[in-house]
C-alpha cells in the first residue's frame, strides 16, 4: 500500500523556486519611497542645468491656502514676441520682431510632486554661470509638527545639505 503525499525534497524544491521568484519580483511591484532629500537634490541638479544652457531658472512654491508651504514651481526666463502694437513692443531689442522677457513655466521632470515644501527666501534663482541664490529649505510630511519638518542649506554652488533636527 503506498502513501500519498509530497516528499521533503520536493517541499524543498518548491520552497526555494517561490523563494527565488519573491526575491526578484516584489522589489519591482512594491511601493517605492524615495526620500525627499533625493528629491529635492535630483530637482536642484536639474534647475541648475537648465540654468547652464542659457536660461535663468527660479524655483518658488504655490502655497496652498494661508500656508507658506506648498509645491514647488519652475519657470525659465524665456523670450516672447510682443505685438507691433503694444507699449512692451518698445522693450524689444530687434525693431522688427520686438519681444520682452518674461518668466515663463518650465517642465522639469524631477520636480517634486507632494507639497508640505518652504523656501526661505522665498525665491530660489539659478544663474547662467553655474551659481544659485542660497536658501533655507524645508519640507513636512501631512498632518505633521513644525519641529519634525526636515530642514536643507543650500549654497551659492548649488549644493544641498540636511540640517539635523534638533
Given at each position: 500500500?503506498?502513501?500519498?503525499?509530497?516528499?521533503?525534497?520536493?517541499?524543498?524544491?518548491?520552497?526555494?523556486?517561490?523563494?527565488?521568484?519573491?526575491?526578484?519580483?516584489?522589489?519591482?511591484?512594491?511601493?517605492?519611497?524615495?526620500?525627499?532629500?533625493?528629491?529635492?537634490?535630483?530637482?536642484?541638479?536639474?534647475?541648475?542645468?537648465?540654468?547652464?544652457?542659457?536660461?535663468p531658472v527660479r524655483l518658488?512654491?504655490?502655497?496652498?491656502?494661508?500656508?507658506?508651504?506648498?509645491?514647488?514651481?519652475?519657470?525659465?526666463?524665456?523670450?516672447?514676441?510682443?505685438?507691433?502694437?503694444?507699449?512692451?513692443?518698445?522693450?524689444?531689442?530687434?525693431?522688427?520682431?520686438?519681444?520682452?522677457?518674461?518668466?515663463?513655466?518650465?517642465?522639469?521632470?524631477?520636480?517634486p510632486e507632494n507639497s508640505?515644501?518652504?523656501?526661505?527666501?522665498?525665491?530660489?534663482?539659478?544663474?547662467?554661470?553655474?551659481?544659485?541664490?542660497?536658501?533655507?529649505?524645508?519640507?513636512?510630511?501631512?498632518?505633521?509638527?513644525?519641529?519634525?519638518?526636515?530642514?536643507?542649506?543650500?549654497?551659492?554652488?548649488?549644493?544641498?545639505?540636511p540640517l539635523e533636527k534638533?
Amino acid at each position: 500500500m503506498s502513501k500519498k503525499g509530497f516528499t521533503l525534497v520536493e517541499i524543498l524544491i518548491v520552497i526555494f523556486i517561490v523563494g527565488v521568484l519573491a526575491t526578484v519580483l516584489v522589489p519591482r511591484i512594491s511601493f517605492y519611497f524615495e526620500p525627499p532629500a533625493a528629491i529635492l537634490q535630483r530637482t536642484i541638479e536639474e534647475a541648475s542645468d537648465k540654468s547652464l544652457s542659457g536660461i535663468p531658472v527660479r524655483l518658488s512654491i504655490k502655497s496652498e491656502g494661508a500656508s507658506k508651504r506648498g509645491y514647488i514651481v519652475a519657470e525659465g526666463l524665456m523670450q516672447r514676441e510682443v505685438e507691433e502694437n503694444s507699449l512692451s513692443a518698445f522693450l524689444g531689442t530687434n525693431v522688427n520682431r520686438p519681444v520682452v522677457l518674461e518668466w515663463q513655466t518650465l517642465k522639469m521632470k524631477n520636480l517634486p510632486e507632494n507639497s508640505g515644501w518652504k523656501f526661505e527666501p522665498e525665491i530660489i534663482y539659478f544663474y547662467t554661470d553655474g551659481s544659485c541664490s542660497p536658501a533655507k529649505i524645508s519640507w513636512l510630511a501631512e498632518n505633521s509638527y513644525e519641529s519634525q519638518a526636515d530642514n536643507y542649506i543650500l549654497t551659492v554652488t548649488g549644493y544641498c545639505t540636511p540640517l539635523e533636527k534638533k
